[in-house]
């Protein structure tokens, strides 16, 4: 099997609200989907994902980005409409990111720890990552929870199903993540995105490159 490539791309998000050269590059239904999203900073990170993604795929596909087709499966999965491409986003904080590779992808950012208490972890973590959370120094704890759970928001999201994968049945410890009910696993690769945060970007294919731009 060969090695398939996954490119991820970084956008810092100030503070300014969308930027008219971002939103001129969605289509309407994306813009009306952004109008009902109540806090600016939220809009504002979701349109520099979604522009830079489409920067990205017209770079790719040699088109104008205004003119590449993405659109949303039942799920909320992102569909590109360019056959044998998938694509993802993420955004949290003051950072938004894309990736986009030619197997189903899924890519996820945290800015922000989710709760470490034992009872939390529980719910989400399986019981061989809740021992190994527990080992890790009082430092070191709030990083590797955070990114257990951007690993596990990345295989969810490159799976296409949200919510309806429960979190505690993805061991995200390894490379490599099985998941119940299919036969081949799901490989994650962790993300640089700076001090305090977790970045991470699954793939559903064994050998994987991530190339990524800031
Ligand atoms: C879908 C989900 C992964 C989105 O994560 P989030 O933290 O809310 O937001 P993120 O910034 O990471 O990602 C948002 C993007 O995910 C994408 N997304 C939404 N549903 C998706 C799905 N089913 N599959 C893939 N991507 C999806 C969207 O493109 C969205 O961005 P947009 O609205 O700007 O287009 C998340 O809500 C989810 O399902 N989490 C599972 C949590 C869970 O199972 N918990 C159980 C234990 S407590």
Redesign the pocket.
Known sequence: MALAAVDVQLVPVDGAGPHDADLALLPVRERD?LAQRRDPADRH??AA??AALRRLLGSRLGRDPADVEVG??E????VVGEQGWWA?????ADLAACALARRPV?V???GASPPTDPA?LA??CSPAEVRALGRASPTGRDAAVRRAWAR??AV?????????????DLDVRHALVRVPGRRRPVAVRDVDVGPGRSGAVALDHLWVVVRTRR
Not at 75 to 78: D, E, I, K, P, S
């Open positions: 989907r990170r979701s994902a979604h949303r499966s799920t909320g999965a992102l993802s986003v993420a955004h949290s899924g996820d950012v945290e939390a719910r989400w596990k928001e969810a999201k490159a799976l296409g199903a949200g919510l309806a994968v429960p979190f505690a």
